[in-house]
């Protein structure tokens, strides 16, 4: 079975902190994804990435940034977090059609 | 741009009663459309996949219908059970080869 693992289920931060999101996969998967989820929207693509050390902007990734060093882990990071960035973050990976997700990091910044 | 729509937003049924889920799209040109389930303060997991040369496709209780030209898609669930009970997502992959994700309709399936 294709296991993705998120390093938090929840995580509360204070306005201004750096966040640190982690997401790992154990199938030699190319393609890793960031989304959030939010009431009455669905999954918004905040990056991808296809290779390691490749990344590419999705919808929304405006006070996000990423970091695949390894082909496994792909990290999303919150330079300065905000309260509008209070939301459930689900990674996924993909070997081409399916993706496969993560259990999701709920966060709250405060 | 590709809109991705799920109505109801939330659904209740007796436990047994078969239903029915509903996506629309706006834009004819896709790839292929997915349903997902989630259960709560839980990841997605795929349920079918459609590619759009299909109109159906069919895992147990469960069978997912596409109609491109009309842009909608139904999730059809035989004899319910409250196990069923989670939200179901659709998404389409639009010509940019992007998944354009519905909102979600929130099933509860009454014992």
């Known amino acids: 079975d294709v296991k993705v693992t998120q390093s938090s289920r929840y995580l509360v931060k204070r306005t201004g902190e750096k966040v640190f999101l982690e997401c790992v996969q154990d199938?030699?998967?190319?393609?890793m994804f960031w989304y959030r989820q939010d009431p009455g929207l669905g999954l918004r693509l905040i990056y991808f990435?296809?290779?390691?050390?490749?990344?590419e902007k999705g919808d929304i990734p405006e006070g996000y940034s990423v970091s695949r060093e390894k082909k496994e882990r792909f990290s999303l990071i919150l330079e300065s977090a905000s309260t509008n960035q209070t939301s459930m973050y689900l990674c996924?990976?993909?070997?081409?059609?399916?993706?496969?997700f993560g259990p999701g990091t709920r966060l709250l910044v405060l | 741009k590709q809109e991705v729509t799920q109505i109801p937003a939330a659904l209740s049924v007796p436990e047994g009663e078969n239903l029915v889920l509903n996506c629309s799209f706006t834009d004819s040109a896709i790839y292929n459309l997915q349903w997902f389930r989630q259960d709560p303060g839980k990841g997605l997991t795929s349920l079918l996949l459609i590619q759009s040369s299909q109109r159906e496709q069919t895992s147990g209780r469960l069978n997912a219908s596409l109609d491109k030209s009309s842009g909608r898609s139904t999730l059809y669930i035989a004899a319910s059970q409250p196990g069923d009970s989670a939200t179901y997502l659709c998404a389409v992959k639009d010509s940019n080869y992007q998944l354009i994700w519905g909102a979600g309709t929130k099933l509860i399936i009454k014992p």
């Open positions: 996924a990976s993909s070997p081409g059609e399916t993706q496969y």
């Open positions: 990435s296809y290779d390691v050390k490749m990344k």
């Open positions: 199938m030699d998967h190319e393609n």
